[in-house]
């Protein structure tokens, strides 16, 4: 089975007012968290999903970076998800991962992945307390063509795109901190 281990690092952080996925916990940026969480799950390749204005801002060698257009920055997450499976025909599943889960752990990825490897699901996703985490989440490159209707239909929302697959859904603990997601200053300000 060949799993792809994507992070999505390309939004606007508007309510966190700058670029949050170069936020440093622990001595690494947030991103890199997310990346390690798959690298050590020996995931591969290794992508990381942005921008032309943020491209230039990430440090790591071990990675391809898939670069939107600029005509199609900022289209959010559904878009960006598809541009990497299109782009990506030799890969069974692409393991999705946002860039602003700092506690994100490569137990879970791991998790995640065995129950991937065992399924004829098209996307394995958590369910963390009774929330649905699309952006934690593993799709099989046979929903390529989900995502593409999604698009024509112009409905960017994943929720609306997991009515349409075969999902398996995990359970998780509502206080699994690898859950734990930063959108505003005052979230990261919370010491967790
Ligand atoms: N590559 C890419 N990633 C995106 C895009 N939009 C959102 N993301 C990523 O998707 C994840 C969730 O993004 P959000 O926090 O909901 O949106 P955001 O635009 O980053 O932030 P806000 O402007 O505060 O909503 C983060 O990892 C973002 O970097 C996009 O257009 N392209």
Redesign the pocket.
Known sequence: MKTAGVV?????????GKP??FESHEGKAFYEHSLDALKVNQLSPLVI???HELVHRFEREDVRLIV?EESN?????L??IHNVISKMDDTEWFFIL???IPYVTAEFVKEMVSFAEESEADAVVPVQGGRIQP?MALYHKKTETNFEKMLAADDHKLVHLLNDLHVLTIPFAEDDPAFINI?TATDWNNDY
Do not use: H, I, V, W
């Open positions: 999505l690092a390309g939004g606007k952080s508007s309510r966190f949050k996925m999903s942005t921008n939107e920055s900022y289209q959010g997450p878009y960006a946002s860039c602003d952006l959108n």
